[in-house]
């Protein structure tokens, strides 16, 4: 069985599995998590409201497919599909290579790596934006 060990600060919280914890004391605690499920601190959880870029609706995306795995992904697949062929269309090959990437993580059921991906995606878009002064040419509708 997988483990993996989750630290929250101090009134930090966290989506492990389908449930949100948060620490009410007043230090750091350690907990041992076993099984499979999504774990994600809060300053990794966003809303719709936050996906005013293309890469911000990726993450969005593969993050809704790593919590609610493989009934997520058939919910959110269409989506998925949908920015990956407006990064074909935009013609930034990096982009399209990280969005490939992604698609490769849900494919094999990877979909903590196709949400660290999309990370990645994010990174490239802020990197774009600030070499070239604008917005990255992806039509985000």
């Not at 990726?58 to 997520?72: K, P, Q, R, S, T």
């Amino acid at each position: 069985m997988e483990t993996q060990t989750v630290e929250l600060k101090a009134g930090e919280q966290a989506l492990i599995g389908k449930m949100m914890v948060k620490n009410t004391s007043d230090s750091t605690v350690s907990l041992e998590c076993a099984g499979q499920g999504a774990v994600l601190h809060q300053s990794e959880i966003i809303n719709s409201d936050a996906t005013a870029t293309f890469a911000m609706k990726v993450y969005y995306v593969a993050m809704n497919i790593y919590i609610e795995g493989d009934e997520g992904l058939a919910k959110w697949r269409d989506s998925f599909l949908t920015l990956m062929n407006l990064a074909i269309e935009s013609n930034v090959p990096s982009m399209v290579e990280i969005m490939t990437e992604i698609g490769d993580c849900l494919v094999l059921g990877n979909f903590r790596g196709a949400l660290n991906a999309s990370l990645k995606l994010i990174a490239r878009e802020v990197e774009l934006e600030t070499k070239t002064g604008s917005h990255v040419p992806v039509a985000a509708e």
